[in-house]
């Protein structure tokens, strides 16, 4: 069974700093590109950023230099180091491993900023 497993959220003042962890199954780490998304209450999930299985990343444009993706694939962990937070980042952050067509999805992790 495939499984994704987000930890490190919490409250945060802003300027702050976060680490998400996100655990995966051996079974697809190591041939799945790897993701993070996140909703804020009221609106649609959007991504935030991407790492391949070779180690190319790619981030939204209102995290780019903020945050930073990496992988650790001897732990089949996937990090979002989150940099100078701001209020408009809370929301709840999801772990994404795809493989078109397939796609998982962690129960996300919640992460607020606010002073």
């Known amino acids: 069974q495939v499984q994704l497993v987000e930890s490190g959220g919490g409250l945060v003042q802003p300027g702050g700093s976060l680490r998400l962890s996100c655990a995966a199954s051996?079974?697809?780490?190591?041939?799945?590109?790897m993701g993070w998304y996140r909703q804020a209450p009221g609106k649609q999930r959007d991504w935030v950023a991407t790492i391949t299985r070779g180690g190319s990343t790619n981030y939204a444009d209102s995290v780019k230099g903020r945050f930073t993706i990496s992988r650790d694939n001897a732990k089949n962990t996937v990090y979002l180091q989150m940099n100078s937070l701001k209020p408009e980042d809370t929301a709840v952050y999801y772990c994404?491993?795809?493989?078109?067509?397939?796609?998982?999805w962690g129960q996300g992790t919640q992460v607020t900023v606010s002073s």
């Open positions: 994404n491993a795809h493989s078109p067509p397939i796609a998982y």
């Open positions: 051996r079974s697809i780490f190591s041939s799945y590109t």
